[in-house]
């Protein structure tokens, strides 16, 4: 028996697909505001969002598949920003996504969901960290895992304390510090990489 094609254009099976993950992580988001992040299932998510649990594991492999896919877009330029000169535009906008949402981005950040959150983060630095040349290796330098782990779990720190509100600080500045934090530790913990004489992006 011949396998089954779509014989939709691509453009229209992509909208198709972008309107259901939306619609899936718009009804994830809702739920955790409505009961927090321990109660969500990917049953829940499906029903909110008007879709079968077969189409929701088509998408996602779990509620935290969901977070997490979630969230890289959205920490991936703060993690980045470690290699540049300045802090980069994207991560103010980051920040300024975090801003705007910030009862959600609590209850990420300092609830349950915390492990995935970090372990979000901490992914998208050691993709950063693998990006330096090599070889970078010294006596006591950590496993690059822990190096993210650190840098993540600081970050965090800042931004959930950030969100609270009692601060007054803009999201350009709290980009600025987590930039500056992020390079000073990233040159603590292995060393200044071979930077050109332009950025802090390593030569090739």
Same mark, same amino acid.
């Given at each position: 028996?011949?396998?089954? !094609?779509?014989?939709?254009?691509?453009? /229209?099976?992509?909208?198709?697909? %972008?309107?259901?993950?939306?619609?899936?992580?718009?009804? @994830?988001?809702?739920?955790?505001?409505?009961?927090?992040?321990?109660?969500?299932?990917?049953?829940?998510?499906?029903?909110?969002?008007?879709?079968?649990?077969?189409? @929701?594991?088509?998408? @996602?492999?779990?509620?935290?598949?969901?977070?997490?896919? /979630?969230?890289? !877009?959205? +920490?991936?330029? +703060?993690?980045?920003?470690?290699?540049?000169? /300045?802090?980069?535009?994207?991560?103010?906008?980051?920040?300024?996504?975090?801003?705007?949402?910030?009862?959600?981005?609590?209850?990420?950040?300092?609830?349950?969901?915390? %492990?995935?959150?970090?372990?979000?983060?901490?992914?998208?630095?050691?993709?950063?960290?693998?990006?330096?040349?090599?070889?970078?290796?010294?006596?006591?330098?950590?496993?690059?895992?822990?190096?993210?782990?650190?840098?993540?779990?600081?970050?965090?720190?800042?931004?959930?304390?950030?969100?609270?509100? %009692?601060?007054?600080?803009?999201?350009?500045?709290?980009? %600025?510090?987590?930039?500056? *934090?992020?390079?000073?530790?990233?040159?603590?913990?292995?060393?200044?990489?071979?930077?050109?004489?332009? *950025?802090?992006?390593? /030569?090739?």
């Amino acid at each position: 028996m011949s396998a089954v !094609t779509d014989s939709r254009p691509p453009e /229209t099976v992509d909208r198709r697909v %972008r309107r259901t993950r939306s619609a899936i992580v718009s009804a @994830f988001n809702r739920l955790i505001l409505e009961g927090g992040y321990a109660s969500v299932t990917p049953a829940a998510i499906a029903a909110a969002a008007g879709v079968g649990r077969s189409t @929701f594991y088509e998408h @996602f492999g779990g509620v935290d598949d969901v977070l997490g896919q /979630t969230l890289a !877009t959205i +920490l991936s330029p +703060l993690a980045a920003g470690c290699l540049e000169d /300045t802090a980069p535009e994207q991560s103010s906008r980051a920040l300024e996504h975090f801003w705007r949402n910030r009862r959600l981005g609590r209850a990420l950040i300092s609830g349950p969901a915390y %492990r995935v959150v970090l372990r979000a983060f901490a992914a998208e630095f050691e993709l950063v960290l693998a990006r330096l040349p090599g070889p970078r290796s010294r006596d006591d330098n950590l496993r690059p895992e822990l190096i993210a782990l650190q840098l993540a779990a600081g970050q965090l720190a800042l931004i959930d304390a950030w969100l609270l509100g %009692r601060s007054g600080h803009s999201p350009a500045q709290i980009a %600025r510090a987590l930039h500056a *934090s992020g390079c000073a530790s990233v040159m603590a913990l292995i060393g200044p990489p071979p930077f050109d004489g332009h *950025s802090r992006k390593p /030569t090739r």
